[in-house]
């Protein structure tokens, strides 16, 4: 039995400026790297050790994975970068404000602020075919996930990104209700065993405010 903590990066400059990030990189902010700490702290309240750790190769998700491991006294457990693990890509629309992004998805759908995570990735790739599918996404990401899970044992950190993680649940079948964002630093977990995922944990930010707080939430 292996045990997948998955976690969204932190707060980002980018997120704060509401622009389109994908493989575009942006620097955690000062509240980013706060929650990152808080998010280690909040697992060192929960007696929760990990056995291996995983990020994109991402600045973002990098950053997030070793703040949270050294707040958790594990600053010498080894983050192994994933390409694998990466944000969705949205080619000429990296760095761009969401908003000019919305406007252009208007030449194909009459309500792309509705649309669905889906419909955004594969209208991104219409206008611009250098851009992923959400199945490309989808199956980019189950298989760099897989792979960790086949590899590594025990509990296992991996600090991805919003829009990757939520694609891949909805491709596993997860209960999303329409959901098109995760909180920063905020974390899902599951149990994984015989190529199954059992999810009891969905965008918790439990961990981060008991690490702000000092509250105690093991058990």
Do not use: C
Request: glycine fraction near 8%; hydrophobic fraction near 40%; avoid cysteine.
């Amino acid at each position: 039995m292996t045990e997948l903590y998955l976690i969204r990066h932190g707060q980002t400059v980018y997120n704060v400026q509401k622009r389109v990030q994908g493989l575009a990189d942006s620097a955690l902010t000062p509240v980013g790297r706060a929650d990152a700490q808080a998010l280690g702290r909040g697992f060192a309240k929960a007696g929760i050790q990990f056995d291996a750790a995983y990020a994109s190769d991402l600045v973002r998700a990098q950053d997030t994975a070793k703040l949270a491991l050294a707040a958790n006294g594990q600053s010498d457990l080894p983050v192994q970068a994933d390409v694998g693990l990466r944000e969705e890509d949205y080619a000429s629309f990296e760095g761009r404000l969401q908003s000019e992004r919305t406007t252009a998805l208007k030449t194909l759908m009459p309500h792309p602020e509705a649309a669905t995570l889906a419909q955004v990735a594969d209208g991104v790739h219409q206008l611009d075919p250098a851009a992923e599918t959400h199945q490309a996404v989808q199956q980019r990401f189950d298989h760099a996930i897989r792979q960790i899970m086949a590899s590594a044992s025990g509990r296992v950190m991996v600090v991805a990104h919003g829009t990757v993680i939520l694609l891949w649940l909805e491709a596993l079948g997860y209960p999303l209700y329409g959901q098109k964002t995760l909180h920063n630093a905020s974390v899902t977990h599951a149990v994984y065993q015989t190529g199954q995922f059992a999810f009891d944990e969905f965008d918790a930010s439990d961990y981060v405010a008991a690490g702000k707080r000092g509250q105690d939430i093991s058990g």
